[in-house]
């Protein structure tokens, strides 16, 4: 059993950063993938970015490439990290953080929420323009 409590999320203005953070705890998640999804209003879970358990692949979504980073600590328990820079009001939405206890399923489909068996409560972002 995987916990993920994410933190971090608050409201800024157009052109601000920002530093999500996801802890976990439990076993398994060291040695999964992970990934931030967002939701927009209305809408379903939208990919963000996502990171293997090594680090060293890692993808974004067409949307946040150039502004957002995602990185990852194994040693600790804190596990996910999501740098966001320049943000605008189109980022604003509860962020999601997610874990592949797997390993495998999101090194073949890092951008899909059916890759991540365990998920946390998620962080409101509100970018005002």
């Known amino acids: 059993q995987v916990k993920l409590i994410e933190s971090g999320g608050r409201s800024v203005q157009t052109g601000d950063s920002l530093r999500l953070s996801c802890a976990a705890s439990?076993?398994?998640?060291?040695?999964?993938?992970a990934a931030w999804f967002r939701q927009a209003p209305g809408t379903e879970r939208d990919f963000v970015a996502a990171i293997s358990w090594s680090g060293s692949r890692i993808y974004y979504a067409d949307s946040v490439k150039g502004r957002f980073t995602i990185s990852r600590d194994n040693a600790a328990n804190t596990i996910v990290y999501l740098r966001m820079n320049n943000l605008k009001p189109e980022d604003t939405g509860p962020y999601y953080c997610a874990v592949d206890t797997s390993g495998y399923a999101s090194l073949l489909y890092p951008n899909r929420t059916s890759s991540y068996d365990y998920w946390g409560q998620g962080t409101q972002v509100t970018v005002s323009a």
């Open positions: 439990g076993r398994g998640f060291r040695s999964g993938g």
